[in-house]
């Protein structure tokens, strides 16, 4: 979830030691994913909504796509019904307790939004994203799984002041 690009914004803004930048502009293990592989998901509970094309799975919810698992209390599906085939996803909306995991990186929020179409995945409200020791906070985490750019707000979604980026990285000792 770290991407170089995002590394760098994050490195310029922050001034920090060289040591550091070179811990965090390692490449992300969402670089390069498959966005168009398949979707799993399991629960302890689905409701299918049918007339609505949308699907509510709670309890325990794990939804897994290449190397991305995204865990929430509740996720909500919305798909398309094309006239021959299988349904089709094009949104998640997760809330409660959602953690978004990769190989290399972690990331927590309250919410989390992937559209699928867009290959887009939001997290909001106090988002903590990790990478080994090294971590940064906000309000907002976007990554765009088309281009691999990754940014870390810490305003609110509705314009008002919030609260600031922050991060700590991890600073190896010199030989």
Known sequence: ?????????????????????????????????DSRAPIDVD???????DQQNQAIFSGNVRVRQ????????RIKIAYS??????????????????KLTTPSERATARFAIY???????????DVVLTRGTSNARGNRLVINLANGRTTLDGSSSSGQPGTRVTGRFAVPEKR
């Open 66 to 73: 290449a190397s991305l698992t995204l865990e929430a209390n």
């Open 43 to 49: 629960a302890d509970r689905i409701e299918v909504l």
């Open 115 to 125: 559209d699928v179409d867009k290959r887009i995945l939001t997290l909001i409200g």
């Open 81 to 98: 019904r094309p006239a021959k085939g299988d349904p089709v996803i094009q949104r998640l909306d997760a809330d409660g307790k959602v």
């Open 1 to 33: 979830m770290i991407r170089p690009h995002f590394a760098a914004l994050l490195l310029a803004a922050a001034a920090i030691s060289a040591p550091a930048a070179a811990q965090l502009a390692g490449t992300s293990a969402l670089s390069g994913m």
